[in-house]
């Protein structure tokens, strides 16, 4: 996937100055299919030939994920990956012999939200929905 806009615009948006390092950790969750944690994003850094802390790259994603730039999403580990916010709505595949995340889009659950405001009352904001299993290659 390429980014083919200006982030730079995005952050403006966002109300966010254009650093460099924002620019190359919105460029990485645009340009990745799957969910990235720290590491990935640190290495991501490196490569790029930006000189951030750690620190900072934590600062970035939670300024990006409380402005609606990114969604932190938790794979029954003890870490927060990151994707863009602005994905299709979609949840995730996880096999549990080699890690592999693979995003799943054809899923009924805006259905069960409407069943759930419908029979409940309840209105349902977000939501997160994972699967755990072997993927194809780790099944045989």
Sequence with gaps: MSVNHDCRNELKE?????????????KLLESTEKPVDV???????????????PATIFRILNSFTKR????????????ARYERANKIEHHHLICQS??????????TIFDLEKDIL????FLVKTHSMEF?????RCQH
């Design 98 to 107: 080699c890690g592999q995340v693979q995003d799943i889009l054809d899923c």
């Design 14 to 26: 966002a109300s966010l100055k254009a650093t460099p390092a924002r620019l190359a950790i919105l």
């Design 118 to 121: 419908k029979k409940k009352g």
């Design 68 to 79: 609606g730039l990114a969604r932190q999403i938790y794979l029954n580990e003890s870490k």
């Design 39 to 53: 590491k990935a994003v640190r290495s991501f850094i490196r490569k790029n030939n930006s000189k951030t802390d």
């Design 132 to 136: 755990f299993g072997l993927c194809l």
